[in-house]
Structures are given as C-alpha cells and as structure tokens.
C-alpha cells in the first residue's frame, strides 16, 4: 500500500514537473506582442497566436476586401505558399477603420476563402489604428507606426521584433518585402 502511495506521489510529481516546463517553453518561444488569443474570421473558434507564431517570421496584415489593394490576397497566398515550410506565417487581419471592409463577416471570409483562395490565417474583423486597435496592432502601432491605409505589411522576426513596417503598395512577391523575408528565414 505504502509503495502505490509513493508510485502515485512521483507520477503526480513527474506530470506536474512536465506540465512547469511545457509552460515555460512554451512562454520562451511566443512573442508576447503574440500572446494573444483572437477569434478566427467567420467562426466561433478562437487562434491562439503564441502556439501559431512560436519560433517563426511573422507577416502581420490588415486588410480590407473592398479595396483596390485587395488583389494582393494572392501574393499574400503564394508567399505563404512558397515560405511556410521554412518558418512563415502570414496572419490576416481584415478592418474597416478605411471603410472599405464588409459589414458581413460571411461576405469577407468568401472574398479571402473562395475567391482569392486564402489558407492562411485570417482574424475576426477588428480596428487596427487608434486606442480601440486590437493587442496586436496595439503593440506593432506604438513599434512601427499606424497602417495609412489597407494592406499595409509588418515584418516580425522570430524574437517579436519588428523587422519593417510596409506599405499597402510594397507588393508581397518579387520585391523588397519577398527579399526581407528570404533574409529573416
């Protein structure tokens, strides 16, 4: 009886011991301007950006699906597409602080999901400028500056650092942007 007691007193102990260290890795790798948990476009469901963002380069988005910069949805797929396996992430996050954002998060998750063919990740509309910016754009705002406009880019290193702010006419492939992320991979 005695030996089950100490049996069972070292698993718990082991599992908690497992559970410290899985938190404080966990915590070592996330970003804290990722820490963050933010409902996905068109869902109930929540991302959590610390496990999505851990250890990898981070392209922060807002966008818009009524704006002429729109069609950079598929640069912004295809260079998600061709880094991803190489640690790129791409995190969309669709406003209407320009006014030019569906009142309808169904009508939005149609122009990134069908008709540009988005797979990465897209937020649940919010503001991304002023004091009602979500936490995200919060901290990138007050490190990089506000987005002048829809499409405006954010280069985050593996550590959280902002690598460069873009704005919404640096295209995702082929240019200045492409090359930042080639050197921060």
Known sequence: ?????????????????SLALTTKARADE???????????????????LCAATAGKVVLVVN???????????EGLEALYKKYRDQGLVVLGFPSDD??????????????????????????????????????VFRGLNEDAGEP???FNKYLVDRDGTVIKHYPSSARPLDGELEDAVRAAL
């Open 1 to 17: 009886m005695i030996h089950l007691r100490w049996c069972f007193a070292l698993v718990l102990l082991l599992s908690v011991f």
């Open 148 to 150: 002048r406009w829809n």
């Open 98 to 135: 320009f006014r030019q954002e569906l009142d309808d998060e169904g009508q939005t998750a149609k122009v990134c999901y069908i008709n540009y063919g988005v797979t990465f990740p897209m937020m649940a509309t919010s503001p991304v400028r002023g004091k009602a910016a979500n936490p």
């Open 63 to 73: 966008t818009a699906s009524q704006c002429g910069f729109t069609p950079q949805f």
């Open 30 to 48: 996330c970003a804290a301007r990722f820490d963050h948990e933010v409902r996905k476009l068109h869902s109930q469901d929540n991302l959590d």
